[in-house]
Antibody, heavy 125, light 107 residues
Framework: QVQLVQSGGEVKKPGASVKVSCKAS????????ISWVRQAPGQGLEWMGW????????NLAQNFQGRVAMTTDTSTNTVYMELRGLRSDDTAVYYC??????????????????WGQGAMVAVSS | DIQMTQSPSTLSASVGDRVTITCRAS??????LAWYQHKPGKVPKLLIF???SLENGVPSRFSGSGSGTEFTLTISSLQPDDFATYFC?????????FGQGTKVEIK
C-alpha cells in the first residue's frame, strides 16, 4: 500500500539544523511531489513547500525561503527536509505528504492525499 | 499569500446533526480547494479535493461545495468518528495556504 515513513523525533538547540526524512513506498515515486507541512503545539497547519520527486525542483513558502532545503534521493525513494537556524517557534510536528500535481503552465501543487506519521522537532536550550 | 478564513472556529454538535463549515478565500481560487480532517495524534486525512470531489474511501456523508471565494464542507449526519478538527486548504496559488481550522466537538 502507499506509505510514507518519516524519521523519528528530535530535540535541537536554537541555531542548530534538523533534517527530517520521508521514505515513500507503494507507488511510482516520480509521478508525484512531496509536500511538507508543520503544526506547532495548539496551532493550525502551516505549508512549508514542496519538492518534485521527478526533477528535484522545489517551491518554498516565503516564510521559509533561505532557511529550508528539500531534496530527493530517487535511488531510495526518500525525500529530505532540512531546516536551519532553528528557533523555539520552530517546535512543531513536521509532516511529509504525497502531493498530487496538476498542469498550470508547469507542474503545480494539488492536494496532499497520503501523509507520513509526523516527526516531532523540539527546539530548546 | 492568499488568506483562508474558516468559520466557526469551534462547533458543538450531536451525533446525527447536519454540520456545515465555511471557508472564505481572500481572492478567487476557482475550485482549487481541499478539505482535511485531523484528529489528535493522527495524521491529516484528505476528504475533499477540487472543492467538491470526494476522495476515495471517504464516507458519502461528507460533501463539499463552492467556487471562487466561498466554500462549504457539509457532514450530513454527524457520526462519533467525525469529532475532529477540519482544515480547508487553497492550492490555486504557487504557495498553498490553510485555514485556521474548525474544531467539531461533542455537544
Amino acid at each position: 500500500q502507499v506509505q510514507l515513513v518519516q524519521s523519528g523525533g528530535e530535540v535541537k538547540k536554537p541555531g542548530a539544523s534538523v533534517k527530517v526524512s520521508c521514505k515513500a513506498s507503494g507507488y511510482t515515486f516520480n509521478s508525484y511531489g512531496i509536500s511538507w507541512v508543520r503544526q506547532a503545539p495548539g496551532q493550525g497547519l502551516e505549508w512549508m513547500g514542496w519538492v518534485s520527486a521527478n526533477n528535484g525542483h522545489t517551491n518554498l513558502a516565503q516564510n521559509f525561503q533561505g532557511r529550508v532545503a528539500m531534496t530527493t534521493d530517487t535511488s531510495t525513494n526518500t525525500v529530505y527536509m532540512e531546516l536551519r537556524g532553528l528557533r523555539s517557534d520552530d517546535t512543531a510536528v513536521y509532516y511529509c505528504a504525497r502531493l498530487r500535481l496538476r498542469w498550470n503552465y508547469g507542474w503545480t501543487a494539488d492536494s496532499s492525499d497520503v501523509w507520513g506519521q509526523g516527526a516531532m522537532v523540539a527546539v530548546s536550550s | 499569500d492568499i488568506q483562508m478564513t474558516q468559520s466557526p472556529s469551534t462547533l458543538s454538535a450531536s451525533v446525527g446533526d447536519r454540520v456545515t463549515i465555511t471557508c472564505r478565500a481572500s481572492q478567487n481560487i476557482n475550485s482549487w480547494l481541499a478539505w482535511y480532517q485531523h484528529k489528535p495524534g493522527k495524521v491529516p486525512k484528505l476528504l475533499i479535493f477540487k472543492a467538491s470531489s470526494l476522495e476515495n474511501g471517504v464516507p458519502s456523508r461528507f460533501s463539499g461545495s463552492g467556487s471562487g471565494t466561498e466554500f462549504t464542507l457539509t457532514i450530513s449526519s454527524l457520526q462519533p468518528d467525525d469529532f475532529a478538527t477540519y482544515f480547508c486548504q487553497q492550492y490555486d496559488s504557487h504557495s498553498p495556504t490553510f485555514g485556521q481550522g474548525t474544531k467539531v466537538e461533542i455537544k
